[in-house]
């Protein structure tokens, strides 16, 4: 997957969140991840790229994607490559058109305006919005861990899960057909790209709270 993984300029995080998203998750400031990887186990296996969307809630206080950070991700000295989690994303970690960086300074792109985003939404922390999420956190904590970076913006364990989200809104829970009961477009040429599947998910999250939001007249 070669699609542009680079984050926007820092200047791009112009406005300050809404308050109101302090107050609607409870401290919390819902950050959409996704990562693609090289195997299953977050220890062993390489990181190779990772996504995250800030949320904030419009002029008409529907949630909607913000900001989306991502990089390409070298794989960190020793790391494992399983040859079947590789065919089925399609990423050859050592493409030189992949413009992967060392994976601490992914991560300081990544967590750097997401950090900025917590303490200017007024929230404590980021919580990590995923589709199957604990996935998603175990890497992101064990990169943390690996590169001793000790401002890690996520909750440690907590995070919202997509998948049962849309098994509860659509009857879905494979994020292709959840994207598509919920009259959204899905490219498989883009997906299993962390970019493309974090701004799907961002944008079924946003949905699904919406119409709750919209039923429960919060």
Not at 41 to 50: G, T, Y
Not at 67 to 78: D, I, L, N, S
Not at 199 to 209: G, W
Request: aromatic share 10%.
């Amino acid at each position: 997957m070669l699609s542009g993984l680079n984050p926007p300029p820092q200047s791009a995080v112009t406005t300050p969140p809404s308050p109101k998203i302090a107050s609607r998750f409870r401290g919390f400031l819902p950050v959409v991840v996704d990562v693609e990887t090289a195997g299953f186990n977050p220890k062993r296996d390489a990181l190779l790229e990772i996504a995250a969307v800030t949320l904030d809630y419009d002029a008409d206080q529907q949630l909607r994607p913000a900001h989306t950070y991502a990089c390409h991700v070298e794989p960190f000295p020793g790391a494992h490559l399983d040859e079947k989690s590789l065919q089925f994303t399609g990423i050859d970690p050592y493409h030189p058109f992949r413009f992967a960086k060392p994976e601490a300074e992914a991560l300081r792109e990544i967590f750097q305006p997401l950090r900025k985003a917590v303490r200017e939404s007024g929230c404590t922390r980021a919580i990590l919005v995923g589709h199957n999420p604990g996935f998603d956190l175990s890497f992101v904590n064990a990169a943390a861990d690996r590169n001793k970076i000790k401002r890690n913006p996520f909750h440690p364990f907590s995070s919202f899960d997509t998948a049962t989200l849309c098994g509860l809104a659509y009857g879905q829970t494979v994020l292709a057909r959840a994207a598509l009961a919920a009259g959204m477009e899905w490219d498989e040429q883009q997906a299993h790209s962390a970019k493309y599947d974090a701004e799907r998910t961002a944008d079924l999250f946003c949905a699904i709270v919406n119409r709750w939001d919209l039923l429960s007249n919060r």
